[in-house]
Every structure is written in C-alpha cells, then in structure tokens.
C-alpha cells in the first residue's frame, strides 16, 4: 500500500503522513514545530492520492499559502506534485511531498532534492557522468569551429565537500554539464552546453564550474566570474551561423528550478517543439528573464540579486508576441503568429 509523506525541507525529521484519500489539516503546532502566529493552526488542507502520485492542496487560514512561491488563494486548491514545494505559509516553513511503499522506513534518496523555483526544463532528462573531451557544436548538431580557448581541462566535480545526489531532476544540470555529448565548451572557470530542451533553434546555457545554487548565492565576490560567463556567451553568439540572421538575448531566470547557476543564451526566434506552454514562454518574455548585464550592473551596486516580489506571477501573463505585443490565446497560434517575425 502506496502512503504519502508531508517532508519539512529544512528538517528531514518533520514528516507529517498523508494517507490516501484522506483529508489532512496542517498549520501552527507541535506537528510541523510552526510557532509563527501568522500561520493559523488550520491553514491548509492536503488530500493525497496515492495511485495518482498528487496532493491537493487548499488554503483554508486567511494569511497566503503557496506552491512553488505562487500563492494559492484562500480556499482555492492546487496540484502538488513531488519535487515542488509547498510553503505553509508567507513563503516560508517549505515542505516537498514524497511518495513510499507504507513498510518503507526511510525516504527515497533520489526525492530529498526539490527544486528552487517554477519555470524552465520541467521534462528534464538525467544524464550519466562521463569523461570529458572538448567539442564545440551548435544546438542542432552540426560542427563549427570556434576561437575559443581549447585547453584540455579535466573533469571538474565542484569544490564542495558535501556529496550530491544527482538522481532528482532538479539536479539535472549538474549531470549534463560533465556530458562531453552536451559540451559545446570549457574553460578552467565554466562549461557551455546545449540546453537538452532547446526553446529556440539556438540556446545554450553557461554553468560555472563552483557549486553555485542560483542568483540568491551570487556576490560581489562572483562579479568576475559573472563577466567571463557574459563574454563567452557573447563568443558563443559570434560564433553561430545564423547570427546575421537571429537574434539573440543573454539572461538569467529569476527563479530558476535547476540547481546550479546558468546563463541562457537563446536566439529570439523561438522555434522549438520543447516550447510547450505559457510557463515556457514567460520564462523568457518577461521580466521573469534577467539580462545578462542588468545583474551584472545589479551586483557591481548592490553586491546581491535582488527579485522583486511577486515576480512568480509573471509566468501567469497571458501569451503575448515579444515582438508586435499581440496578444495570442493559444501556444499553437503563437508559434504559428511568430513565423511572421522570422527572418526571410
């Protein structure tokens, strides 16, 4: 028999059980160890179904309850899967959902890492750790033959001490970028790779080679780093075939869900199969993508990245052409209203 666990994020230990079917009401009190009297002692209620592999989320107390930073509403109810995140309430006290067999005792390895955030790669695919040999390709797979610095550099495994479970996958960036058939390049301080979902028919994504989460963990003291990470990513742009043709914009999502610091590098054209939904296409419409130089200039001033609050609902924008501002009702009228953009 299949069983449901409510998982605390910042204490494995706090592990609330949902049965199937069942309705539970969780809040303010010993269970969840909540003492924050903004959170009501019945401020949401979870509905797990076992067979389905969801909860149901509602949010019964007045102050908000979110899934993945987008608050909920009161009384509204949401689908919550494992690897998203649940946040009691004012976004904090995060807990993940996790499914198990009811004899087990212990909690699946490969579901202790849930994602960050709400937007990008949501069909991700784990690759295995391999060996890694220099190549520059494109995203579609034919060979060019760049300027950049072809210094054999070996395989880098980060320079944290603590060991990573790659196998959730959210941590899926963290396997491709030791995939020598995803690297388009590397240098002693980064790695470029094809973005294994391509949104457009040129987009790559620059990873330091550091352990560094996301934006939240930028510095001053990355400010180089976020520089050279910038030049190669101009480099790669220089490099394509079509650039005469294509644009192309340099960015960061402000709430990523892959672990690991990336910088897309995406031509504007968007034609890709891999743009499936509203979500996709907000990610990189909106201000939900930050330029390139903007944090640059953000963490030269102000030493951190600052998201701005209800930055989240701009994933909920309704679908609108990036270039004439049409507004489209539908993913497949969208992509067939961009073919007018697209260059002679």
């Given at each position: 028999?299949?069983?449901c666990w409510?998982v605390?994020r910042e204490?494995?230990?706090?592990?609330?059980?949902?049965?199937?079917?069942?309705?539970?009401?969780?809040?303010?009190?010993?269970e969840?160890?909540i003492?924050d009297?903004?959170?009501s002692?019945?401020?949401?209620?979870l509905k797990?179904?076992?067979?389905?592999?969801?909860?149901?989320?509602?949010?019964?107390?007045?102050?908000?309850?979110?899934?993945d930073?987008?608050n909920?509403?009161?009384d509204?109810?949401?689908?919550?899967?494992?690897?998203?995140?649940?946040?009691i309430?004012?976004?904090?006290?995060?807990y993940?959902?996790q499914?198990?067999e009811e004899?087990?005792?212990?909690i699946?390895?490969t579901e202790?890492?849930?994602?960050?955030g709400?937007?990008?790669?949501?069909?991700?695919?784990?690759?295995p750790?391999?060996t890694?040999k220099?190549?520059?390709?494109d995203?579609q797979?034919?060979?060019?033959?760049?300027?950049?610095?072809?210094?054999s550099v070996?395989t880098?495994?980060?320079?944290?001490?603590?060991?990573?479970?790659l196998?959730?996958?959210s941590?899926?960036?963290?396997?491709s970028?030791?995939?020598p058939?995803?690297?388009?390049y590397?240098d002693?301080?980064?790695?470029?790779?094809?973005?294994?979902?391509p949104k457009?028919?040129?987009?790559?994504l620059?990873?330091p080679w550091?352990p560094?989460?996301s934006l939240?963990?930028?510095?001053?003291?990355?400010?180089?780093?976020?520089?050279?990470?910038?030049a190669?990513?101009q480099?790669?742009?220089?490099?394509?075939?079509?650039?005469?043709?294509?644009?192309?914009?340099?960015?960061y999502?402000a709430?990523?869900?892959?672990?690991?610091?990336?910088?897309?590098?995406?031509s504007?054209?968007?034609?890709?199969?891999?743009?499936k939904?509203?979500?996709?296409?907000?990610?990189?419409?909106?201000?939900?993508?930050?330029n390139?130089?903007?944090?640059?200039?953000?963490?030269?001033?102000?030493?951190?990245?600052?998201?701005?609050?209800?930055t989240?609902?701009?994933?909920?924008?309704?679908?609108?052409c990036?270039?004439?501002?049409?507004?489209?009702s539908t993913?497949?009228?969208?992509?067939?209203?961009?073919?007018?953009h697209?260059?002679?």
């Amino acid at each position: 028999m299949r069983v449901c666990w409510l998982v605390g994020r910042e204490k494995c230990t706090q592990r609330v059980k949902l049965p199937h079917l069942e309705a539970v009401v969780v809040g303010r009190g010993p269970e969840t160890g909540i003492t924050d009297k903004k959170c009501s002692r019945q401020q949401v209620q979870l509905k797990a179904d076992c067979n389905k592999g969801y909860v149901t989320v509602k949010q019964i107390g007045v102050n908000p309850t979110s899934v993945d930073l987008v608050n909920i509403g009161k009384d509204e109810v949401v689908k919550m899967k494992p690897g998203q995140v649940l946040y009691i309430v004012n976004n904090l006290y995060p807990y993940t959902v996790q499914f198990a067999e009811e004899s087990e005792k212990t909690i699946p390895e490969t579901e202790k890492m849930p994602h960050e955030g709400s937007c990008e790669n949501d069909d991700i695919e784990l690759v295995p750790r391999k060996t890694m040999k220099l190549e520059v390709v494109d995203t579609q797979g034919s060979s060019t033959n760049p300027k950049l610095s072809n210094t054999s550099v070996t395989t880098h495994e980060g320079t944290s001490s603590k060991k990573e479970h790659l196998g959730h996958w959210s941590q899926g960036l963290k396997s491709s970028m030791q995939d020598p058939k995803m690297q388009v390049y590397k240098d002693e301080k980064i790695v470029v790779i094809k973005d294994k979902y391509p949104k457009a028919r040129y987009h790559w994504l620059v990873l330091p080679w550091d352990p560094i989460s996301s934006l939240k963990s930028v510095s001053r003291d990355h400010l180089a780093l976020l520089e050279h990470m910038h030049a190669v990513g101009q480099k790669m742009i220089e490099q394509c075939p079509a650039r005469e043709s294509l644009e192309f914009r340099l960015g960061y999502h402000a709430i990523p869900s892959m672990s690991q610091l990336h910088l897309h590098v995406i031509s504007q054209d968007f034609d890709s199969l891999a743009l499936k939904t509203k979500k996709h296409w907000n990610s990189f419409t909106t201000d939900y993508f930050l330029n390139s130089q903007d944090v640059i200039e953000m963490v030269r001033s102000k030493g951190k990245v600052v998201v701005k609050d209800h930055t989240s609902e701009l994933l909920k924008l309704p679908l609108r052409c990036h270039r004439c501002k049409q507004q489209l009702s539908t993913i497949p009228q969208l992509k067939e209203h961009l073919r007018k953009h697209w260059p002679k």
